[in-house]
């Protein structure tokens, strides 16, 4: 009898992650709150779990990839846990807090079980085609374990022995893809200012300086002013600023920038703009700059 392995949380990143594993031929059972979401991946074989219990009961090995550290703590309490089959082993695809990732290791280790974190960096755009760059962290065996599931979804990087140092690592990333987006911003004011074309010094930079995919993705958005079909929600990007806030008072960090990007995701909620794309906090510097649409 082969092993339970299940996927839980299936928004746009899960789903397509999830279809990659399906795609692969690997068996897969299913679980999210909104039951709808499940039924395009049943159609690729996966078995869809009714509730979180019967997701867990049995299982060997958990993925979950859910919307922040709430949802996951709700979802995987101790005493659901210990349904689990002996020996689970946990992947956290979630970002989430350091601090959530060290709980989440607190909950495991009594039940003899193993946390791995292996947050990852990419849009759903990306996730659909196997592109993801996932960051896993945790002992060494089980990551030899999961490594079939993960190969499917993008490139594996190792963060070492410790769970939470993956989600460091995301955190980090995920604050220099902001900034990126304010540098972007504030840069693309002042030459507009200037008479110049924001698309012709655009060009310039990511053909030469600054040729990066994420220059050219979040260029591209901010230009476009593409915010209203969001690859990440503005909502989640405030969210991941104040975890970095958090991990960088934890290690006696010193943050500035992050504290000036971080005030911008906030007028960006404070707007009721958390819906849309987290590349909206360009339009707020935009109007900063005098700049109209």
Known sequence: ????????????????????????????????RDAAKAQPLAALGAKVMGDPKEAIKGAGLVFTMVSDDRALLEILDGDLLKAAAPGLTHVSMSTVGVQTAEKLGQIHAPLGQTLLSCPVFGRPEAAKLGKLNLCLAGPR?????????????????????????????????????????????????LVENHGVSPQSFFELMSGSLFDAPAVHTY???????????????????????????????????????????????????????????????????????????
């Open 1 to 32: 009898m082969s092993e339970k392995v299940v996927f839980i949380g299936l928004g746009r990143m899960g789903s397509a992650m999830a279809q990659r594993v399906l795609e692969a031929g690997l068996n897969l059972s299913v679980f999210n």
């Open 141 to 189: 065996a089980s990551k030899d374990r999961v490594m079939d599931y993960l190969s499917p979804m993008g490139k594996v990087w190792d963060f070492g022995p410790r769970p939470e140092g993956a989600n460091a690592a995301k955190l980090a990333g995920n604050f220099m893809i902001a900034s990126l987006i304010e540098l972007l911003s504030e840069a693309f004011s």
């Open 219 to 293: 260029g591209g958005l901010i230009l476009a002013g593409e915010f209203d079909r969001p690859g990440f929600l503005g909502a989640l990007g405030a969210k991941d600023l104040t975890l970095v806030k958090d991990a960088a008072r934890l290690s006696h960090t010193p943050m500035p920038f992050c504290s000036l990007v971080e005030d911008r995701f906030i007028r960006l909620l404070a707007r009721g703009w958390g819906q849309r794309d987290w590349s909206a906090i360009s339009e707020l510097q935009r109007e900063d700059a005098g700049l109209k649409k």
